[in-house]
């Protein structure tokens, strides 16, 4: 049996015996399967962490309660002890246990830096060695405090600080599973292009089986020398060594792909890998891209929080090197007695004020040194985020320019691989009758293979070009939307 018939017999028979094949479209893989990839998931579960954090961020400033009970604290054991009248030493033996519980509620008051408590706690002692019994008892306990200045200023920065990173937390999610499908779409250009090597060597090793036997006529009737003949045997040989090769890549890109989905049940399906669609936009605007980019990039919400960040910085280094103080009220209620009740009766009022102050006086410089250094840390940072940014800008005018660029040259590949096909198969055809030679159908052969590959690299480069683009911009150029809207 003819060996093109042999090769047809292998791809088409299975396909037959398992019915229509499994289609896989870029479409597909870009906006479905790839969302619901391992990749994918664990970005998901990321993301959901940092809206968890954020919500604890908010929950901080509601009323929290809290219950502790310590029921044991046994301790038997010998301790020197001094006597408060005469100043003699002795052991004495401790022969105790002691429990405790206390519940509170504690209130933090953002806008002003400051924290109100209110607790109740009760303490019991027993002595083994007396047998007695002690109870000591707050019935009521409140506390505040706050410092005397920056308050209100840290609550403003650490606030939209969080909010800055909830927003970026967004972008960033949208940016991360733009990355995987960047991921997804490299992995099936790569598949793309072993089925592009796949078909067209196949094509060619059947157009060089005819060949070789129309060769061994011409060698038969003196048209043909032993070398020229020798030559086509050689392409043919040539033919069968790519499409081999081609097989394999192609099998090992098919399994990459199938890996990274998590589409397994794919293993056993007969797949055929559609042609990408020449769909994009013809052509970005670059102010557009620009917009889009300092829109919704997390670079950008990344540098205003930077910034924000650097700003506190100052402030705090300003603050711990000038006049501050702190302010500390106490009010409660204690009593002590040998019975539970009588510990609840008749309590004792405690009030306390703690008020302190820090004035820096003389220190040889040393703070305003330091003040100095952190004004010169707040400019350093300043400048480098400057230049990240017209750094940013430029990658997006690259980006852009690029993009247009390559689907142009989509265009003309696209044209010119079609044509050497064409101008293959017409060479093809003559070769029969001797009008042409075997150096410029091999030649044709050639040029056909390298037209495939800039046809391949035209498609690739202006995916990549599109997808990073659309991770950068987090805006789908051809379905004019953005990510978060896609995403959420």
């Not at 509601?62 to 301790?75: D, E, K, R, W, Y």
């Not at 400019?379 to 480098?384: L, R, Y």
């Not at 690739?460 to 939307?481: E, G, H, I, P, V």
């Amino acid at each position: 049996m003819n060996r093109k018939w042999i090769i047809a017999w292998l791809i088409f028979v299975p396909a037959f015996l398992h019915g229509q094949p499994f289609q896989i479209s870029l479409e597909q893989v870009l906006n479905e399967w790839c969302l619901s990839s391992p990749s994918a998931k664990k970005i998901k579960l990321s993301y959901e962490n940092t809206l968890l954090a954020f919500d604890n961020y908010k929950k901080q400033f509601l009323p929290s309660i809290a219950f502790s009970l310590n029921p044991v604290n046994f301790n038997r054991s010998q301790k020197l002890m001094q006597n408060a009248e005469s100043g003699n030493y002795s052991y004495v033996e401790d022969y105790t246990n002691s429990s405790s519980t206390e519940i509170a509620i504690r209130q933090k008051i953002g806008i002003i830096g400051g924290e109100l408590s209110v607790s109740s706690r009760l303490n019991y002692l027993r002595e083994f060695s007396n047998h007695r019994d002690r109870f000591g008892t707050n019935p009521l306990y409140i506390n505040y405090s706050q410092p005397f200045v920056g308050g209100f200023y840290n609550y403003k920065k650490q606030r939209d600080i969080q909010y800055a990173q909830l927003n970026n937390s967004i972008k960033q999610y949208c940016s991360e599973i733009a990355n995987v499908q960047t991921q997804a779409v490299n992995l099936f250009m790569s598949l793309f292009s072993s089925k592009l090597s796949t078909e067209l060597s196949y094509k060619n090793l059947q157009i060089s089986d005819t060949l070789l036997t129309a060769s061994k006529a011409l060698l038969d009737n003196g048209y043909f020398t032993e070398y020229e003949y020798h030559q086509m045997e050689l392409q043919q040989l040539n033919n069968q060594y790519a499409y081999e090769s081609s097989t394999k890549s192609y099998q090992k890109a098919l399994r990459e792909l199938i890996t990274f989905l998590n589409k397994s049940e794919w293993m056993d399906k007969e797949v055929e890998i559609q042609t990408p669609e020449f769909d994009l936009p013809l052509k970005i605007d670059e102010k557009l891209a620009i917009f889009y980019a300092w829109h919704n990039s997390p670079f950008a919400l990344t540098q205003e929080e930077k910034r924000l960040k650097a700003e506190q910085t100052l402030f705090t280094a300003k603050l711990n090197n000038r006049f501050n103080g702190n302010l500390n009220l106490s009010y409660g209620l204690n009593q002590y007695s040998d019975h539970f009740l009588n510990a609840y009766r008749k309590p004792d009022y405690t009030q306390g004020i703690m008020i302190g102050i820090q004035i820096p006086i003389f220190q040889w410089g040393i703070n305003r040194n330091k003040i100095r250094m952190a004004k010169n840390n707040y400019q350093h940072s300043m400048i480098e985020i400057d230049q990240a940014e017209a750094n940013f800008d430029n990658d997006i005018q690259d980006i852009v320019e690029d993009y247009n660029h390559n689907m142009n040259l989509w265009f003309v590949a696209t044209k010119s691989y079609q044509l050497s096909q064409e101008q293959y198969a017409l060479l093809a055809q003559k070769f029969h009758s001797g009008k042409v030679s075997v150096y410029e159908l091999a030649s044709a052969q050639q040029e056909q293979y390298n037209a495939m590959q800039r046809y391949y690299n035209a498609i690739m480069n202006a995916w990549n070009s599109f997808c990073m683009l659309r991770k950068t911009t987090l805006y789908d150029f051809a379905k004019q939307t953005e990510l978060e809207d896609l995403f959420f």
